[in-house]
T-cell receptor, first 112, second 113 residues
Framework: KNQVEQSPQSLIILEGKNCTLQCNYTVSPFSNLRWYKQDTGRGPVSLTIMTFSENTKSNGRYTATLDADTKQSSLHITASQLSDSASYICVVISGGSYIPTFGRGTSLIVHP | DTAVSQTPKYLVTQMGNDKSIKCEQNLGHDTMYWYKQDSKKFLKIMFSYNNKELIINETVPNRFSPKSPDKAHLNLHINSLELGDSAVYFC????????????FGSGTRLTVV
């Protein structure tokens, strides 16, 4: 069964600090992996997309990594800001069918 | 603004009622979706329509019926609402060139009392 597990479930950090969110998956076949940011009361917004051959991709202060061998991905946030407070969702897309499997998300709270 | 827009944003209704949620996208995308997000924030795909044709229908009670009058619209009709239907429902769309590049609407919070 395709599954996506994220950790930690929730995280509280101080403004300016860095943090790393984890995503492990068992989806097969694999097409791509995306990280989404979901602000409270809003729909998810795509941050990064990683394909099989990509190891690292950055989008501003967000850097995603992918290890396709161990089926793990991480999202690193540098110099956190209050606006980073949100839920971060890892989504893995199956090859061929493009059916998504969502993780349950990591709830990040950034305190001043 | 180019976007996926869904209405209403909030919907409170009694058990047993029938309700509809509307969705429209002006992005020119070929595929539209309905997702359900439960109280634990877990997103699950319900339906997928490509150019008005149903292509994904996950295990969803047949009280839920999607309707796509044209490529830009995908409405969700729910019959005989139950307490367990309370959730946030998201509409989304994606282009043919990037099938998993979803653009989500802002969600409809459905509360069944």
């Amino acid at each position: 069964k395709n599954q996506v597990e994220q950790s930690p479930q929730s995280l509280i950090i101080l403004e300016g600090k860095n943090c790393t969110l984890q995503c492990n998956y068992t989806v097969s076949p694999f097409s791509n992996l995306r990280w989404y940011k979901q602000d409270t009361g809003r729909g998810p917004v795509s941050l990064t997309i990683m394909t099989f051959s990509e190891n690292t991709k950055s989008n501003g202060r967000y850097t995603a990594t992918l290890d396709a061998d161990t089926k793990q991905s991480s999202l690193h946030i540098t110099a956190s800001q209050l606006s980073d407070s949100a839920s971060y969702i890892c989504v893995v897309i199956s090859g061929g069918s493009y059916i998504p499997t969502f993780g349950r998300g990591t709830s990040l709270i950034v305190h001043p | 603004d180019t976007a996926v827009s869904q209405t209403p944003k909030y919907l409170v209704t009694q058990m047993g009622n029938d309700k509809s949620i509307k969705c429209e996208q002006n992005l020119g995308h070929d595929t539209m979706y309905w997702y359900k997000q439960d109280s634990k924030k877990f997103l699950k795909i319900m339906f997928s329509y490509n150019n008005k044709e149903l292509i994904i229908n996950e295990t969803v009670p047949n009280r839920f019926s999607p309707k796509s009058p044209d490529k830009a619209h995908l409405n969700l009709h729910i019959n005989s609402l139950e307490l367990g239907d309370s959730a946030v429902y998201f509409c989304a769309s994606s282009p043919r060139t990037d099938p998993s590049g979803y653009t989500f609407g802002s969600g409809t919070r459905l509360t069944v009392v």
